[in-house]
């Protein structure tokens, strides 16, 4: 007896399995199709960055091999190219190869290109904190006192290994500028840091000593 009620459980639940699928098949292949052509993008756009970006690398590489055979200024268009790629690796390089052989001027087109890395393309933190640092370095020379604050302050405000320098350039700015008090509150707080870097913090008693002493 409990044979055949097993049996016939059996059929019953083996039927509702198939009714299911008989009136479901429409759905069923569709989610299927749909699973099958997300699966199809997600491999061809892996493929297409790769694509891109040895297409990227081959870009840059060539650029420099053409500048150092003295092709110097043939390759900025070039070189631009790659940073508005705004590729994770390759616009970093083909920024500060540009700007570290003065093949841009440009103080405007500059920061943009420091914006784009610092906001585009997905630096680590770490990168990120380094480039704003180089960002707020370069304009340190003719920028005024809320530009470069507005620059350093995401430094100055967050636990970056980078807030004492960035502190410190801001008290030699106010030294420069004869805002005396400004820069001591500054010196002072490098001063005061944990964890800080000892360097920095040396430069900082010294100037505390050397321009603020009575």
């Given at each position: 007896?409990?044979?055949?009620?097993?049996?016939?459980?059996?059929?019953?639940?083996n039927?509702?399995?198939?009714?299911f699928?008989?009136?479901?098949k429409?759905?069923?292949?569709?989610?299927?199709v749909?699973?099958?052509?997300?699966?199809?993008?997600?491999?061809?756009?892996?493929e297409?960055q790769?694509?891109?970006?040895?297409?990227l690398?081959?870009?840059?590489?060539?650029?420099?091999?053409?500048?150092?055979?003295?092709?110097?200024?043939?390759?900025?268009?070039d070189?631009?190219?790659?940073?508005?790629?705004?590729?994770?690796?390759?616009?970093?390089?083909?920024?500060?190869?540009?700007?570290?052989n003065?093949?841009?001027?440009?103080?405007?087109?500059?920061?943009?290109?420091?914006?784009?890395?610092?906001n585009?393309?997905?630096?680590?933190k770490?990168?990120?904190?380094?480039?704003?640092?180089?960002?707020?370095?370069?304009n340190?020379?003719?920028?005024?006192?809320?530009?470069?604050?507005?620059?350093?302050n995401?430094?100055?405000k967050?636990?970056s290994i980078?807030?004492?320098?960035?502190?410190?350039?801001?008290?030699?700015?106010?030294?420069?500028?004869?805002?005396?008090?400004?820069?001591k509150?500054?010196?002072?707080?490098?001063?005061s840091?944990?964890?800080?870097?000892s360097k920095?913090?040396?430069?900082?008693?010294?100037?505390?000593?050397?321009?603020?002493?009575?």
């Amino acid at each position: 007896m409990d044979e055949d009620i097993e049996i016939i459980n059996t059929q019953t639940r083996n039927e509702k399995i198939k009714n299911f699928f008989i009136n479901n098949k429409n759905s069923l292949i569709s989610i299927l199709v749909i699973i099958i052509l997300a699966l199809i993008g997600y491999f061809s756009f892996e493929e297409y960055q790769s694509s891109k970006r040895e297409k990227l690398a081959d870009k840059y590489d060539l650029a420099v091999i053409r500048y150092e055979a003295d092709n110097k200024y043939n390759v900025i268009p070039d070189l631009k190219e790659v940073i508005n790629a705004k590729d994770k690796t390759y616009s970093p390089l083909a920024f500060y190869f540009l700007l570290d052989n003065d093949l841009i001027n440009s103080k405007d087109e500059i920061n943009n290109y420091f914006d784009i890395l610092i906001n585009d393309i997905g630096l680590d933190k770490k990168f990120k904190e380094l480039t704003i640092f180089k960002k707020g370095l370069y304009n340190s020379d003719f920028s005024d006192e809320n530009e470069l604050l507005a620059i350093f302050n995401p430094l100055i405000k967050a636990d970056s290994i980078w807030k004492p320098h960035s502190l410190y350039i801001m008290a030699e700015y106010y030294l420069s500028k004869n805002q005396m008090q400004k820069s001591k509150e500054f010196f002072e707080q490098i001063v005061s840091l944990e964890n800080n870097n000892s360097k920095i913090k040396t430069k900082a008693q010294k100037r505390l000593r050397s321009s603020f002493s009575e």
